[in-house]
């Protein structure tokens, strides 16, 4: 976990964001191997000479055009020393196996404007940008704000 959590630091510097890590190793343990329940979030990592050098992180979504299960990339990261060695690609190639091994039809992901070296490495495997769809998020404060509006929910 400290590993993992290790290249998401690095991740966010790279992505000019570094105070917005908040999660711990335990964080991680919980969602990748929780005690009680399936596991939210999956994680591959790319080991060289006994160390970890890089990490995808995934979760399984639904398409309701498809009606089946497709993977959510949230992170593909490779330390800089180890970019250009393949292990991004390796990496892509491992989650579109699950893909077909468990009969997704998709393995999404998204990608900052700015970064156009992973642009042009997305481009170069066949990835589609989908300029017609926005991201959104609700976070903090409108999060709080809504879920303060929401019905009160029954348990069971």
Request: aromatic fraction near 10%.
């Amino acid at each position: 976990m400290p590993a993992i959590l290790g290249l998401v630091h690095e991740l966010a510097l790279y992505e000019k964001a570094p105070e917005a890590v908040e999660a711990t190793p335990g964080h991680f343990r919980a969602a990748l191997f929780p005690q009680a329940g399936a596991p939210t979030a999956f994680a591959h990592v790319a080991v060289v000479d006994g160390t970890v050098v890089g990490v995808a992180i995934w979760y399984v979504t639904f398409s309701t055009w498809l009606g089946r299960g497709g993977i959510w990339l949230e992170d593909l990261y490779v330390s800089p020393e180890h970019r250009g060695s393949g292990l991004g690609k390796a990496m892509l190639a491992m989650l579109a196996a699950v893909c077909a091994a468990r009969g997704y039809g998709r393995l999404d992901w998204s990608v900052l404007r700015w970064n156009t070296p992973s642009i042009g490495f997305y481009d170069s495997i066949g990835g589609q940008p989908l300029d017609e769809w926005l991201t959104y998020r609700l976070e903090g404060p409108a999060l709080d704000a809504l879920a303060g509006a929401a019905p009160a929910m029954s348990s069971g």
